[in-house]
């Protein structure tokens, strides 16, 4: 019913910059936070990025000062600019949305498929 479509992932140079876009589609009455989890290999997954509906953010300590979350609200799309790029940044970095659904009384989480994003020094 909500499908969430990532884009922007790919291989970047250590100190390098890349964006991510998630736009959300299907039967969505409203959605209220937006966000960015990453997984590395054997690790788990973790919070990069989460965007309020009002605009509010949080950011893990390791991406503050280098990433910036936003979204736009008329199109259901949350973008994830990354900067100064780190190797051990190396993950699938998945979207994130809480919604509610038409004619649904709770919301609902749903994730993006994953946008593998490479840093190489």
Known sequence: QVRLAESGGGLVQAGGSRRLSCAASGSILSINDMGWYRQAPGKQRELVAVISSG???????????????????????????????????????????KVKILQATFWHEYWGQGSQVTVFS
């Not at 259901?76 to 051990?88: A, D, G, H, I, W």
Request: glycine share 4%; with cysteine; charged share 20%.
């Open 55 to 97: 605009g509010t953010t949080n950011y893990a300590d390791s991406v503050k000062g280098r990433s910036t979350i936003s979204r736009d609200n008329a199109k259901n799309t949350v973008y994830l600019q990354m900067n100064s790029l780190k190797s051990e940044e190396t993950a699938v970095y998945y979207c994130y949305a």
